[in-house]
DNA sequence: CAGTGGTCTAGACCACCAA
DNA sequence: TGGTGGTCTAGACCACTGC
């Protein structure tokens, strides 16, 4: 082991860029007063993942590419490769990065294979299912309802956007979503572009707003099919039918979509695993 | 398991205890040919993994005992520190064990605060609900029909318990489980003894069977009280609940329970989150 | 105080991939 | 062949816990 440099350095060596947390002065990068960002101080690899964080929320690598290797961004952190391993390990683990051996570490994106409908539960009681036909009903521009505001951490009134569309399972309708998304973000989204668009709607809105959906919450009920309900979906009223409440968010834990599913549930449930 | 029937106790110490994915000849111990675990070779911290699971499938350490420390774990496996470190932590993700800083590693169990009613994701509309009351309503053997023995790998009729409860929140019905429990392992089991426990019922099949559920699949769906039902949970008959159906499993993916919640969820919603 | 897990480093070798 | 992530080791120091 040589010149070790971040603990003693032989002599009074020069502060490295991210700050340890022992008795040293608290002047660590992207974290220093006034930011407000991290409580207090966290680990070297946690401020390391608080930095590539950073980067991907400001677009720095967009989902679906490369980012710099683990060498690279030690020098770039001036940390060791071990640490930036650590913090990559996490980012992966929250599926914000896929890392790919002999290859790199790429921006998780939801036009991926394997992360694709990651957030579609729905499955056929008997096996797999063919890809959903989807069909948008509906999208027009909306202010939002009190409700609505709150959720996606917006005003009464602002403008959202509000869509609807009905997926059918092997050819039957099984799914009405009503979506609602806050307009900035979202500014110029169009029933014709939602038509013509084929593969994930979170691939759509990556692509074309550059909104990525990083996990979701959702409420589950059961609730009784009223008349509009039951004609959309083609069942008696009064069936019984999964309500999926669902609130998505991107970096940071902002709100971007808050969306209402209404399952079909006497040939598909909702399957989840508990650990 | 006695004395560390591990490897090699010191007599001819050459060879490494566990062998690594070398050029060396292929004599790992627990994946060697005949076993047919573990599909060919993995690497040293997945061995040791598997090590460790097995002490905890065969009880060498309960739910809330002390593991060795890392150290003693390294010296036993003759791997380094680092090795069983990542060992741990893949165990640690699973919720199988929980570390406690200047404590020790902890074998996780359903009688933590933290860990209890893990599995149970019905949450009050509201806030925070006081913990639930429950009542035993049945608790009687039974042979296990086409339906059951499958899902718990046993055979048509096989001796199964089937227990029956309701368990109420803020005073209401709210839940409605019927259980279905392998024979063998829960010999004994008695609707007295049920209602006499306090704590998490999980807690209590650790406790009194040595049974620890480790994981559980759900599949969820709506459906329509029936008389029987809508009696129960005092509801109108037709009211929609959520339909909820567990497996859970212990280690090694064996199946040890099925379950059947209904939900009333007029006042309540099943929580889930998305990553 | 001693012992535990938690962090950080440095360096070696491996498996995988693309050119 | 060179570059990437994956594994493994060894050693240092830290923070936390309990005696």
Redesign the pocket.
Known sequence: ????????PSSTDVQ?S?Q????STTTALGTGPGTGATPAF???????KNLILRSLEEGEWKPGD???????L?ARF?????????A??EL?SDNLVV???????YVATHAERHIQYRFLRLQSDAGEDDPAQRAIIECKRQRASADVARLLALRSGDPVIFVRRVLSMQGAPTILEDIWLPGLPFKGLSLEALSSDRGPMYAFFEREFGVRMVRADEKIKAVAATEDLAHLLVTPIGHPLLSVERTSYTYNDVPMELRRGLYRTDTHHYKNELN
């Open positions: 082991m040589i010149a070790n440099t971040i603990m003693n490295p991210v340890n947390n022992t008795s966290s680990p070297l690899y946690q401020q390391i490369v980012i710099p290797s683990e060498q690279d030690a001036k940390v060791s490769q071990g640490t930036v391993r650590k990559i390990d992966a890392r790919r051996q002999g290859k790199g570490t």
